[in-house]
Protein backbone atom coordinates (compact mmCIF):
# COMPACT_ATOMS: atom_id res chain seq x y z
CA UNK A 1 0.00 0.00 0.00
CA UNK A 2 2.92 2.31 1.02
CA UNK A 3 4.36 1.47 -2.59
CA UNK A 4 1.17 2.60 -4.37
CA UNK A 5 0.53 6.02 -2.51
CA UNK A 6 4.30 6.69 -3.39
CA UNK A 7 3.45 6.04 -6.87
CA UNK A 8 0.00 7.54 -6.90
CA UNK A 9 1.80 10.81 -5.14
CA UNK A 10 4.27 11.38 -7.65
CA UNK A 11 1.99 11.13 -10.80
CA UNK A 12 0.41 14.27 -9.09
CA UNK A 13 3.52 16.12 -8.40
CA UNK A 14 4.31 18.15 -11.98
CA UNK A 15 7.47 16.19 -14.04
CA UNK A 16 7.35 13.45 -11.75
CA UNK A 17 6.12 9.75 -13.19
CA UNK A 18 5.98 6.63 -12.47
CA UNK A 19 9.54 4.71 -12.85
CA UNK A 20 9.87 2.77 -16.26
CA UNK A 21 9.54 -0.98 -15.45
CA UNK A 22 12.58 -2.37 -16.90
CA UNK A 23 12.58 -4.64 -20.21
CA UNK A 24 13.47 -8.33 -20.34
CA UNK A 25 16.13 -9.17 -22.72
CA UNK A 26 15.76 -12.78 -24.17
CA UNK A 27 18.68 -14.03 -25.83
CA UNK A 28 17.41 -16.96 -28.26
CA UNK A 29 18.62 -18.52 -31.55
CA UNK A 30 18.23 -17.67 -35.01
CA UNK A 31 15.67 -20.71 -34.96
CA UNK A 32 13.09 -19.47 -33.02
CA UNK A 33 13.28 -16.24 -35.17
CA UNK A 34 13.55 -18.13 -38.47
CA UNK A 35 10.67 -19.98 -37.51
CA UNK A 36 8.29 -17.50 -36.94
CA UNK A 37 7.59 -18.70 -32.96
CA UNK A 38 8.92 -15.20 -31.68
CA UNK A 39 6.26 -13.38 -33.46
CA UNK A 40 3.97 -15.18 -31.46
CA UNK A 41 5.51 -16.40 -28.43
CA UNK A 42 6.56 -12.29 -26.88
CA UNK A 43 3.40 -10.70 -27.42
CA UNK A 44 1.58 -13.68 -25.69
CA UNK A 45 4.33 -13.35 -22.68
CA UNK A 46 3.89 -9.76 -22.54
CA UNK A 47 0.26 -9.68 -22.99
CA UNK A 48 -0.04 -12.29 -20.00
CA UNK A 49 2.57 -10.85 -17.76
CA UNK A 50 2.50 -6.85 -18.08
CA UNK A 51 6.12 -7.45 -18.82
CA UNK A 52 8.04 -5.76 -22.03
CA UNK A 53 10.33 -8.64 -23.42
CA UNK A 54 13.43 -7.59 -26.19
CA UNK A 55 14.97 -10.56 -28.25
CA UNK A 56 18.62 -10.59 -28.94
CA UNK A 57 19.41 -13.25 -31.51
CA UNK A 58 22.44 -15.11 -32.79
CA UNK A 59 23.69 -18.68 -32.72
CA UNK A 60 23.57 -20.61 -29.53
CA UNK A 61 27.03 -19.67 -29.11
CA UNK A 62 27.11 -16.33 -29.25
CA UNK A 63 24.01 -15.73 -27.18
CA UNK A 64 25.63 -18.33 -24.48
CA UNK A 65 28.35 -16.21 -24.72
CA UNK A 66 26.17 -13.25 -23.94
CA UNK A 67 24.40 -14.62 -21.18
CA UNK A 68 28.36 -15.54 -19.62
CA UNK A 69 28.85 -11.68 -20.01
CA UNK A 70 25.55 -11.03 -18.75
CA UNK A 71 24.61 -8.83 -21.32
CA UNK A 72 21.24 -10.64 -21.70
CA UNK A 73 18.51 -11.85 -18.76
CA UNK A 74 17.27 -14.99 -19.81
CA UNK A 75 18.43 -17.64 -22.56
CA UNK A 76 15.96 -20.01 -25.28
CA UNK A 77 18.20 -21.99 -26.60
CA UNK A 78 19.24 -25.84 -28.57
CA UNK A 79 22.77 -26.55 -27.12
CA UNK A 80 21.79 -28.36 -24.18
CA UNK A 81 25.19 -29.24 -23.24
CA UNK A 82 26.57 -25.83 -23.33
CA UNK A 83 23.16 -24.90 -21.34
CA UNK A 84 24.19 -26.91 -18.88
CA UNK A 85 27.89 -25.87 -18.62
CA UNK A 86 27.08 -22.24 -17.94
CA UNK A 87 24.73 -23.71 -14.97
CA UNK A 88 27.68 -25.51 -13.69
CA UNK A 89 30.33 -22.44 -13.88
CA UNK A 90 27.70 -20.21 -12.22
CA UNK A 91 26.23 -18.14 -14.72
CA UNK A 92 22.92 -19.46 -15.00
CA UNK A 93 20.65 -20.49 -12.35
CA UNK A 94 19.39 -23.75 -13.95
CA UNK A 95 18.37 -25.06 -17.08
CA UNK A 96 14.70 -26.20 -18.00
CA UNK A 97 13.35 -28.18 -20.84
CA UNK A 98 10.33 -25.55 -23.14
CA UNK A 99 10.05 -27.99 -26.36
CA UNK A 100 11.61 -29.88 -28.68
CA UNK A 101 11.39 -30.28 -32.76
CA UNK A 102 13.61 -32.16 -35.14
CA UNK A 103 16.56 -31.56 -37.37
CA UNK A 104 16.12 -32.60 -40.84
CA UNK A 105 18.75 -33.38 -43.84
CA UNK A 106 17.43 -31.51 -46.67
CA UNK A 107 19.28 -31.43 -50.35
CA UNK A 108 18.35 -31.55 -53.92
CA UNK A 109 15.69 -33.26 -54.92
CA UNK A 110 17.94 -35.74 -57.17
CA UNK A 111 19.83 -36.12 -53.73
CA UNK A 112 23.51 -37.19 -55.64
CA UNK A 113 24.73 -38.79 -53.08
CA UNK A 114 21.67 -41.45 -52.20
CA UNK A 115 20.97 -40.20 -48.35
CA UNK A 116 17.31 -40.89 -48.71
CA UNK A 117 17.97 -45.30 -47.97
CA UNK A 118 20.65 -44.43 -44.89
CA UNK A 119 19.91 -46.60 -41.93
CA UNK A 120 20.36 -43.32 -39.89
CA UNK A 121 21.73 -40.03 -40.10
CA UNK A 122 25.61 -40.40 -39.38
CA UNK A 123 25.73 -42.99 -42.22
CA UNK A 124 23.59 -40.44 -44.20
CA UNK A 125 26.42 -38.22 -43.99
CA UNK A 126 28.83 -40.09 -44.58
CA UNK A 127 27.69 -40.91 -47.78
CA UNK A 128 27.91 -36.99 -48.71
CA UNK A 129 31.28 -37.16 -47.49
CA UNK A 130 32.05 -40.11 -49.98
CA UNK A 131 30.49 -38.56 -53.19
CA UNK A 132 31.97 -34.89 -52.05
CA UNK A 133 28.84 -33.58 -52.52
CA UNK A 134 28.09 -29.86 -51.50
CA UNK A 135 27.46 -29.53 -48.30
CA UNK A 136 26.23 -25.75 -46.85
CA UNK A 137 27.44 -25.71 -43.10
CA UNK A 138 26.14 -23.10 -40.75
CA UNK A 139 29.93 -22.98 -38.71
CA UNK A 140 28.83 -20.56 -36.46
CA UNK A 141 28.91 -22.48 -32.88
CA UNK A 142 24.79 -22.92 -33.01
CA UNK A 143 23.11 -25.07 -31.67
CA UNK A 144 22.37 -26.45 -35.40
CA UNK A 145 26.26 -26.46 -36.03
CA UNK A 146 27.14 -28.43 -32.90
CA UNK A 147 24.53 -31.01 -33.91
CA UNK A 148 26.11 -31.46 -37.32
CA UNK A 149 29.57 -31.93 -36.54
CA UNK A 150 28.52 -34.43 -33.78
CA UNK A 151 26.99 -36.36 -36.78
CA UNK A 152 30.10 -36.06 -38.98
CA UNK A 153 31.66 -37.56 -35.64
CA UNK A 154 29.75 -40.67 -35.30
CA UNK A 155 30.62 -41.29 -38.99
CA UNK A 156 34.29 -40.84 -38.06
CA UNK A 157 34.98 -37.94 -39.77
CA UNK A 158 36.25 -34.72 -38.34
CA UNK A 159 34.17 -31.80 -40.55
CA UNK A 160 37.36 -29.43 -39.89
CA UNK A 161 39.08 -31.30 -42.25
CA UNK A 162 36.74 -31.05 -45.23
CA UNK A 163 37.98 -28.87 -48.30
CA UNK A 164 36.18 -26.27 -49.32
CA UNK A 165 35.73 -27.74 -52.26
CA UNK A 166 32.26 -28.89 -51.29
CA UNK A 167 31.49 -27.71 -48.09
CA UNK A 168 30.81 -24.66 -47.55
CA UNK A 169 31.00 -23.15 -44.20
CA UNK A 170 28.45 -19.85 -44.42
CA UNK A 171 29.02 -18.43 -40.45
CA UNK A 172 25.17 -17.05 -40.74
CA UNK A 173 21.94 -17.90 -39.37
CA UNK A 174 19.80 -21.38 -40.30
CA UNK A 175 17.85 -19.38 -43.23
CA UNK A 176 20.78 -17.91 -44.94
CA UNK A 177 22.29 -21.53 -45.15
CA UNK A 178 19.67 -23.07 -46.02
CA UNK A 179 19.08 -20.52 -49.15
CA UNK A 180 22.43 -20.74 -50.10
CA UNK A 181 22.29 -24.43 -50.34
CA UNK A 182 18.91 -23.69 -52.74
CA UNK A 183 21.11 -21.93 -54.72
CA UNK A 184 24.33 -24.01 -55.15
CA UNK A 185 22.69 -27.47 -54.98
CA UNK A 186 23.73 -28.40 -51.45
CA UNK A 187 23.17 -30.51 -49.01
CA UNK A 188 21.93 -29.16 -45.48
CA UNK A 189 21.08 -29.83 -41.47
CA UNK A 190 17.92 -27.45 -41.03
CA UNK A 191 15.63 -27.48 -37.63
CA UNK A 192 11.88 -28.45 -38.76
CA UNK A 193 10.50 -25.58 -37.98
CA UNK A 194 12.77 -22.93 -40.22
CA UNK A 195 12.24 -25.43 -43.02
CA UNK A 196 8.73 -25.09 -42.50
CA UNK A 197 8.51 -21.44 -42.60
CA UNK A 198 10.58 -20.72 -45.27
CA UNK A 199 8.44 -23.11 -47.66
CA UNK A 200 5.68 -21.84 -46.71
CA UNK A 201 6.59 -18.75 -48.07
CA UNK A 202 7.48 -19.75 -51.27
CA UNK A 203 11.07 -20.35 -50.50
CA UNK A 204 14.11 -23.55 -51.05
CA UNK A 205 12.32 -24.46 -54.41
CA UNK A 206 15.28 -26.81 -55.21
CA UNK A 207 15.51 -28.79 -51.82
CA UNK A 208 13.52 -31.33 -50.57
CA UNK A 209 13.41 -33.63 -47.12
CA UNK A 210 15.79 -36.12 -47.87
CA UNK A 211 16.13 -38.07 -44.66
CA UNK A 212 14.42 -37.40 -41.18
CA UNK A 213 14.14 -41.29 -39.74
CA UNK A 214 16.46 -41.45 -36.80
CA UNK A 215 14.35 -40.16 -34.07
CA UNK A 216 17.13 -40.12 -30.96
CA UNK A 217 20.12 -38.42 -33.25
CA UNK A 218 17.77 -35.88 -34.82
CA UNK A 219 16.05 -34.81 -31.78
CA UNK A 220 16.21 -30.79 -30.79
CA UNK A 221 15.43 -30.15 -27.33
CA UNK A 222 14.81 -26.49 -26.47
CA UNK A 223 15.91 -24.66 -23.18
CA UNK A 224 15.19 -22.07 -20.59
CA UNK A 225 18.12 -21.01 -18.36
CA UNK A 226 17.76 -17.61 -16.24
CA UNK A 227 21.20 -16.05 -16.24
CA UNK A 228 22.36 -15.82 -12.53
CA UNK A 229 22.27 -12.26 -11.13
CA UNK A 230 24.50 -12.83 -8.05
CA UNK A 231 27.22 -13.49 -10.61
CA UNK A 232 25.99 -10.40 -12.74
CA UNK A 233 24.50 -7.98 -10.81
CA UNK A 234 22.76 -5.75 -13.98
CA UNK A 235 20.83 -8.82 -14.96
CA UNK A 236 16.81 -8.53 -14.03
CA UNK A 237 16.45 -12.00 -12.69
CA UNK A 238 12.78 -11.37 -11.10
CA UNK A 239 11.89 -11.20 -15.13
CA UNK A 240 14.16 -13.46 -15.94
CA UNK A 241 12.32 -16.27 -13.14
CA UNK A 242 8.90 -15.09 -14.23
CA UNK A 243 9.32 -15.66 -18.34
CA UNK A 244 11.32 -19.02 -17.04
CA UNK A 245 8.17 -19.94 -15.15
CA UNK A 246 5.98 -18.84 -17.93
CA UNK A 247 7.14 -20.59 -20.76
CA UNK A 248 7.27 -24.08 -19.19
CA UNK A 249 4.03 -23.51 -17.07
CA UNK A 250 0.58 -24.46 -18.97
CA UNK A 251 0.11 -20.75 -20.18
CA UNK A 252 3.46 -21.11 -22.41
CA UNK A 253 3.48 -24.54 -23.44
CA UNK A 254 0.25 -24.16 -24.83
CA UNK A 255 1.24 -21.14 -27.11
CA UNK A 256 4.09 -23.51 -27.96
CA UNK A 257 2.02 -26.59 -29.07
CA UNK A 258 -0.58 -24.41 -30.96
CA UNK A 259 2.15 -22.34 -32.81
CA UNK A 260 1.76 -23.92 -36.28
CA UNK A 261 3.42 -23.32 -39.98
CA UNK A 262 1.38 -24.43 -43.33
CA UNK A 263 -1.15 -25.83 -40.36
CA UNK A 264 1.46 -28.30 -39.00
CA UNK A 265 2.67 -28.43 -35.54
CA UNK A 266 6.61 -27.57 -35.56
CA UNK A 267 7.59 -27.27 -31.86
CA UNK A 268 6.36 -29.88 -29.50
CA UNK A 269 6.11 -28.90 -25.50
CA UNK A 270 9.15 -30.86 -23.07
CA UNK A 271 8.74 -28.86 -20.10
CA UNK A 272 8.08 -31.87 -18.02
CA UNK A 273 10.75 -33.92 -20.17
CA UNK A 274 13.51 -33.85 -17.31
CA UNK A 275 15.73 -34.67 -19.83
CA UNK A 276 14.78 -32.81 -22.27
Known amino acids: MRALALVALLLLVPGCAAPAQPT ?13 LLDVLLPAFENDTGIHAKAVVAGSGEILAKAARGDVDVLLAHSRAAELQLVAAGD ?4 RPVMFNRFLLVGPTEDPAGIASA ?3 SLALQRVHENASPFASRADKSGTDVKEKSLWASAGLNASTFPASW ?13 LADQT ?10 WANMR ?14 DPAALRN ?5 PVNATRHPGVHQDLAQRFAD ?5 RGQAVVAAYRVGGAQVFFPDADEPGG
Open 119 to 121: PNA
Open 200 to 213: AHGQLGHLAILFQN
Open 24 to 36: LILGTTTTTQDSG
Open 246 to 250: WITGP
Open 185 to 194: GAYALSDEAT
Open 221 to 225: PYGVT
Open 167 to 179: YKQTGSGQSQTLL
Open 92 to 95: GTAR
